[in-house]
């Protein structure tokens, strides 16, 4: 019995003696492994981070006036291309070329100068100059004469006041100076258009407000 004591006293002594060895040295090492894992993803998302604030350098006024001249631009050279096919008028249809020819120039630059201020500008028309375009496509003769020349006239007045806006209170120089070089091909517009209308539309179509 005094044997028996013996040895389960010393295995058991040995067992507990020779556990708390592997213990320690597994703790370390996985310790050890945490901070590199949590530091590379931390470092890659600050790098990302400031990529994308080094973006536009146009204020938030100047962007949303880059992307709706952008915008309007696309919308009067696809207008510009119906009225080519679908108008009776001669002056209509020079109205038309003339739309194509100065807003695809106008445009061109626009997106010269969006790629210099890494903005991106709009490549299609929105859902609003869509159905504009759909709508007049589905019109010829004198009927798209009157209905083209009188948008026309309206789309110039306020395409001029937000072009001379941006030329006044611009904040970024190379958008201001864009939006003034492009004001009076702006400003010969309706004055062509103003021509056009009075020629389908009498002297109802001279009014501001059409």
Known sequence: MKIQYALSFALGTAMCLGLPGPAPAQNPDTKATQPDKMTKPEKMSSGKK???????????????????????????????????????????????????????????????????????????????????????????????????????????????????????????QDLKGWASATLPTLQEHLRLAQEASAAVNGKEAMSPKQ
Do not use: C, W
């Open 50 to 172: 400031s990529k994308m604030e080094a973006g536009s350098s146009l204020s938030a006024a100047d962007a949303k006036f880059a992307h709706e001249a952008a915008l309007g631009g696309m919308a009067e050279v696809e207008m510009g291309k119906v009225a080519v096919q679908k108008a009776s008028n001669e002056k209509v249809k020079q109205f038309g070329q003339r739309m194509i020819d100065d807003h695809t120039k106008a445009g061109d630059e626009l997106k010269t100068l969006a790629a210099k201020k890494s903005i991106t500008l709009p490549t299609e028309l929105d859902a609003k100059d869509k159905a504009m375009v759909d709508k007049m496509s589905g019109m010829s003769g004198a009927a798209f004469d009157k209905a083209y020349m009188r948008d026309m006239v309206k789309d110039h007045h306020k395409d001029i006041a937000e072009f001379q806006k941006e030329a006044g209170n611009g904040s970024d």
